[in-house]
């Protein structure tokens, strides 16, 4: 069988490992992406909003709706497509840096400037200190960590619509702040396209962030087991995944239909990031893990 490709500087790569090794690409579990195990299936949804792909896309409704979920101004929101276009819309109108490493790779890496963060910290997963600051977080995965949408910093905010709906493809962010007009001067027109727009209402009428983040610790707290049942360290923090110290996991998974995240590009070579599963996921899992040669620990 072919050699596992390496790792690109993010995770999702689940595609491409399969092409690789000659997997149906529709069988993978792709773990090296984090996203909503237990949101709810949108195929349903999309197909009755495919007549919005006849138009040009129209943010104004979509925005405020999303503006009045989460809690803040429709003034002080603007809709982006995806997080990675929030963080480079800020990141092109202001710079910054980060505050130490390891920390996001698409956060900007200037010597000066204002100063971002992530909450829960990637890669870490814990969440921040409410006493923390910084001029721009970055709460992609904040809703499920902790079952709320934001937090009442005035800071700059970005978030990824992506990562609470399990929808990588459909692409909807966002960015909050009190001038949030400014960060939209170099935004393409119509960067977000029609059909993310027409779905939005459905899918936030469909929200249960609380019970969404009170699965994913149950199921976190499952998948910390399942690996040290097989001798190996975790490191157990807020976000949905988990870190571990398993230098070549990656490799000897992927051939069993399961693609774990490499954390090198975070200077962290002898660990992988894997996201929480549900629980077939979680199966599948401890099949990769038996089919590639790991010993579950008796008793």
Request: net charge negative; glycine share 10%.
């Amino acid at each position: 069988m072919a050699d596992v490709p390496s790792a690109g500087p993010h995770g999702g790569d689940g595609p491409h490992v399969a092409r690789a090794l000659g997997i149906d690409p529709g069988s993978i579990l792709d773990l090296s992406q984090s996203l909503n195990a237990f949101a709810p299936n949108l195929n349903t949804i999309l197909t009755r909003h495919l007549d919005s792909l006849r138009r040009y896309p129209d943010p104004t409704d979509a925005a405020e709706l999303l503006a009045d979920a989460i809690g803040v101004d429709p003034q002080r929101l603007i809709l982006t497509t995806g997080g990675s276009e929030a963080i480079w819309l800020v990141a092109q109108e202001i710079g910054g840096r980060v505050r130490a490493e390891p920390e996001f790779g698409l956060h900007p890496r200037n010597l000066h400037g204002p100063v971002w963060r992530s909450d829960p910290h990637n890669p870490s997963g814990h969440l921040a200190d409410p006493e923390a600051t910084a001029d721009v977080w970055d709460e992609a995965f904040y809703p499920l960590a902790t079952g709320r949408w934001t937090t009442e910093r005035s800071s700059i905010v970005v978030g990824s619509l992506t990562k609470v709906f399990a929808c990588p493809g459909l692409r909807i962010g966002y960015i909050i702040a009190d001038d949030v007009k400014r960060f939209a001067r170099q935004q393409p027109r119509w960067s977000v396209n029609s059909l993310a727009l027409a779905m939005l209402p459905e899918l936030l009428n469909l929200t249960d962030l609380h019970a969404w983040s009170k699965a994913i610790a149950t199921a976190r707290k499952e998948l910390a087991e399942l690996l040290n049942g097989f001798g190996l360290a975790v490191k157990v923090g807020d976000a949905p995944w988990v870190l571990v110290r398993a230098p070549g996991l990656r490799e000897r998974l992927a051939p069993h239909g399961v693609v774990v995240r490499d954390c090198l590009n975070f200077g962290m070579s002898e660990y992988v990031r894997i996201g929480v599963p549900d629980s077939d996921g979680l199966a599948r899992l401890e099949s990769a893990m038996l089919l590639s040669g790991a010993k579950a620990k008796s008793g």
